[in-house]
């Protein structure tokens, strides 16, 4: 199958028509790693010749909800793995004016991903599968490989809650969000990564607006607290759990946020944890847990 997809509508809307059959039919024959990565070259550079905005959008759009057309999860996630693997090794070569559409494309496989896994009722093996993606050599979260752009992890930091919170949004009854499985790729990071940068940028762009989300409100006011958190995780404070959906239902935000403060704590006192990082752990945690106290008094 020809991996050419163009940017003339007609003829892209067959390619990519034609793309998620190929995809599907792989129930004896999964696509080989190398053949993936031909695969994940040749839609790489398409998207790099499609100049006007609007292909752009629609190009990224169609791409990304590959991931909830394909017929089977296992087969959904070895496309994602090919994404993610191809955007980490050609992203040193992205121009500074072509910068801004992959991030574009970057957020809308993101909500795919987050919208798959929905659909897959958060199932245990499929999420195993999406943080490996994120966290194993050549994902865009793994600390020990020196070939991933500080940057990537950055953006994906600064996007993950929105678009999660907007996944969320659309199904009408989805199952809660096992939002500390969700946050193991970057909780991991943080412990690990050799970049004070990284570490403090996952801080203030994640840890701290998720821990300020699922704090009991300080105001009664509902429009003084939009203003105060932003209109973006609107939904995640009443539609998460732990680990595993199935074990109940969603619990409670102030519940929520010492468990996330507890994870962070008992990776911070890990072994394996780097010293300087288990430091700025150690002091996160105190921040808010004397923060918490100081608001019961």
């Not at 809308?108 to 195993?128: C, D, G, M, P, T």
């Not at 996952?202 to 105060?228: D, G, H, M, Y």
């Not at 911070?268 to 100081?294: F, H, I, P, Q």
Request: glycine content about 4%; proline content about 5%; charged content about 25%.
């Amino acid at each position: 199958m020809s991996t050419s997809i163009s940017k003339e509508k007609k003829t892209r809307d067959k390619a990519v028509k034609n793309l998620a059959v190929f995809l599907s039919d792989d129930e004896s024959n999964e696509i080989p790693d190398i053949e993936m990565a031909k695969l994940w070259k040749g839609i790489f550079y398409c998207f790099w010749m499609s100049d006007k905005p609007l292909v752009q959008q629609a190009l990224a759009s169609e791409l990304a909800e590959l991931l909830l057309t394909i017929k089977r999860v296992s087969s959904s996630l070895r496309f994602l793995r090919g994404f993610w693997m191809t955007i980490v090794r050609e992203w040193h070569g992205i121009d500074r004016l072509r910068m801004d559409k992959y991030y574009l494309l970057i957020r809308r496989f993101l909500n795919a991903s987050f919208r798959l896994l929905i659909q897959a009722h958060w199932e245990n093996s499929a999420l195993k599968g999406y943080n490996a993606i994120l966290t194993d050599s050549g994902g865009p979260l793994c600390a020990s490989d020196i070939k991933v752009p500080s940057s990537l992890s950055y953006h994906l930091a600064d996007i993950y809650l929105e678009e999660l919170d907007k996944a969320v949004t659309s199904f009408d009854e989805p199952s809660p969000v096992p939002l500390l499985a969700l946050l193991h790729p970057f909780i991991a990071l943080a412990a690990q990564t050799p970049t004070s940068t990284t570490y403090k940028h996952i801080e203030n762009a994640l840890f701290r607006p998720l821990l300020a989300v699922l704090r009991p409100p300080r105001t009664s006011s509902p429009q003084k607290r939009a203003r105060l958190l932003g209109s973006q995780l609107a939904n995640i404070p009443s539609a998460a759990c732990k680990y595993d959906p199935s074990s109940g239902g969603a619990i409670e935000a102030l519940a929520l946020r010492q468990e996330v403060l507890q994870t962070l704590f008992d990776v911070a006192s890990a072994e394996s944890t780097r010293g300087s990082n288990r430091r700025k752990m150690y002091t996160l945690y105190k921040e808010v847990a004397e923060d918490d106290d100081g608001s019961e008094s």
